[in-house]
């Protein structure tokens, strides 16, 4: 079975602090994908990043970070210098394509509130 | 990018009546499209998948009998709440996956739904 976990339900942290938010998987597929998905107060899903299996490369894309480490089956993600705008519930989420027809499965979410 | 519309963004009914969502693909063609339900400070919980043109395959506890879906072509795809109840308020959202092998689904901004 699939399973997706983020144990942090709230985070709360000043602006230009930095925060991590964990994600830890379970799966038996040997390709699959990863995500990170925003979900401002509107409601709309933002997609931050896709990561498949085989590519443990961490990237870097401005003040948001990826650490994805098969080890330990966890991919988190670090803003760096968080801002206001940043106050978002954000989903890890996981795909097997070969399996289940690619449905996606998502963690509980956390909840980051960035205040001034 | 890909994009996915739905409407209404938001809907109000009142108890019993039936309720229906409209998820479309606007420029590309979405072979499997997917329904997820999201309640209030939860995560997205997938409801089914609907492939063009076959019957949906729905999630374990989802009633099929009252959550119709039909996907009648590529880029169309209706969720319809039949007999609604207050407990059926919930945040809709539907993805959709393109043609041939893909992990990418694009997501559609939502509709609220609140039964009075």
């Known amino acids: 079975a699939q399973k997706v976990t983020q144990a942090q339900t709230e985070i709360s942290v000043v602006e230009k602090e930095d925060v991590t938010l964990d994600c830890v998987y379970e799966?038996?597929?040997?390709?699959?994908?990863l995500f990170w998905y925003k979900q401002p107060p509107s409601g709309e899903l933002v997609f931050l990043i896709r990561?498949?299996?085989?590519?443990?490369q961490n990237e870097i894309s401005g003040r948001y970070s990826w650490n994805f480490q098969k080890s330990t089956s966890s991919f988190n993600f670090t803003i760096t210098a968080s801002q206001v705008v940043d106050s978002a519930v954000y989903f890890c989420a996981l795909t097997a394509p070969y399996n289940q027809g690619g449905k996606l499965i998502f963690g509980q979410g956390t909840e980051l509130s960035v205040k001034p | 990018g890909a994009v996915v519309s739905q409407h209404p963004s938001r809907v109000i009914c009142k108890s019993g009546t039936s309720v229906k969502i409209e998820c479309r693909s606007l420029d590309f063609q979405a072979t499997t499209m997917f329904w997820y339900r999201q309640f209030p400070k939860q995560s997205l919980m997938l409801m089914a998948t609907?492939?063009?043109?076959?019957?949906?395959?729905?999630e374990q506890g989802v009633e099929k009998d009252k959550f119709l879906i039909n996907h009648a072509s590529l880029t169309l795809s209706t969720l319809t709440v039949t007999s609604a109840h207050p407990e059926d308020s919930s945040f809709y959202i539907c993805?959709?996956?393109?043609?041939?092998?893909?992990?990418?689904?694009?997501f559609g901004p939502g509709t609220r739904l609140t039964v009075t």
């Open positions: 990561r498949n299996s085989f590519d443990e």
């Open positions: 799966t038996r597929d040997t390709t699959y994908y």
């Open positions: 993805s959709a996956k393109g043609q041939g092998f893909s992990y990418e689904q694009y």
């Open positions: 609907s492939n063009e043109g076959s019957k949906a395959t729905y």
